[in-house]
């Protein structure tokens, strides 16, 4: 196992998951949505949104 592959694939998901999650928010804010988050259900989304690019970014055997 590559630990510093790992790490840095780690690292690329937890910066790009709240990118992509405030667009979204920002997309849906547009089309004339409102939405308030709390700071649990941020972090949990984060968290989630950061194992599915994780998924998508590791390569299938």
Known sequence: MD????????VISLFLS???????LLAAKS????????HGETFII?????????LSLT???
């Open 59 to 61: 390569e299938k055997a």
């Open 18 to 24: 709240p990118i992509i999650v405030y667009i979204v």
């Open 31 to 38: 089309a004339g949505s409102s939405y308030e988050m709390t």
């Open 3 to 10: 630990f510093k592959k790992s790490i840095l694939r780690l």
């Open 46 to 54: 984060w968290l989630l949104m950061a194992i599915v690019i994780n």
